[in-house]
């Protein structure tokens, strides 16, 4: 597979940083796509529609999720929203047991899954879960 220069620097870059044990990743809600979760443009397309928005034309989805929380006047609606969304126990996929086997130790996510710390202590690995400033 051919990468562009930039690419190609990206990814030697990366290896060294694995190989010095500085490297971190930075999933967002995609990873947890192929165990069945929605990402972020799914979740947003309904509440996005009730609004009179296409999500399809939005380009700042954390935005657009304020904005539909600033709408709605209160937070039970996104928090319903996420609940009924995130609910049934879905499996580990392949990404997750792939990134738990790197040589990493900061794994940094916008998840409201918890697939990624799973796979992480699946794999012998303590996760330290962030989920609040006061954590």
């Known amino acids: 597979m051919e990468f562009s220069l930039e690419i190609d620097s990206f990814i030697d870059d990366y290896i060294k940083c694995i190989k010095e044990g500085c490297a971190a990743i930075f999933a967002g809600a995609g990873l947890s796509v192929a165990s069945g979760y929605v990402d972020w443009k799914e979740l947003l397309r309904n509440p996005a529609k009730r609004i009179g928005l296409d999500v399809n034309k939005e380009t700042d989805l954390v935005a657009l999720a304020q904005y539909i929380y600033n709408k709605d006047g209160s937070k039970q609606p996104m928090a319903e929203l996420i609940r009924n969304n995130f609910v049934s126990c879905n499996n580990i996929n392949e990404n997750h047991e792939i990134l738990a ?35």
């Open 101 to 135: 086997k790197l040589p990493i130790k900061t794994y940094w996510t916008t998840n409201y899954d918890s697939l990624i710390e799973d796979s992480l202590k699946k794999n012998g690995k303590n996760p330290d879960v962030k989920k609040s400033v006061k954590d």
